[in-house]
């Protein structure tokens, strides 16, 4: 994945179209999931965790009566990321990206 696609966001109404469409053409809310356990959602956060390659993605969601995230949530959950980016376990959790890839191992996992 090309660091252009790896972004991070802060989405200040979950159930706005047009503010989930000026993040991306595509992006939607799917209430399915969420409505039918009763959850009702305010704001988002999404923040990847990569390194060389994307290994994750911390999603952080605010319930409706909660307050909006702001920049500094927004900051603060990237230098989550970016530490979790260096634990030695995610070296461990690295794919290949061809079948000709070795994976990379630390002493300490064999």
């Known amino acids: 994945m090309s660091r252009a696609t790896c ?7 979950v159930y706005n179209a047009e503010e989930l469409t000026n993040i991306h053409p595509r992006l939607q809310c799917d209430k399915k999931c969420s409505e039918s356990k009763g959850l009702f959602f305010n704001s988002m956060m999404v923040v990847p965790i990569k390194d060389e390659i994307l290994l994750g993605v911390i999603q952080v969601i605010n319930l409706r009566d909660d307050a909006v ?9 990237n230098m989550v990321a970016q530490s979790s980016s260096l634990s030695p376990v995610s070296r461990l959790c690295r794919v290949p990206t061809s079948p000709n890839a070795v994976c990379r191992r630390t002493a300490s996992a064999s």
């Open 69 to 77: 995230f702001t920049k500094e949530d927004l900051k603060h959950a």
């Open 7 to 13: 972004w991070r966001c802060c989405v200040e109404n």
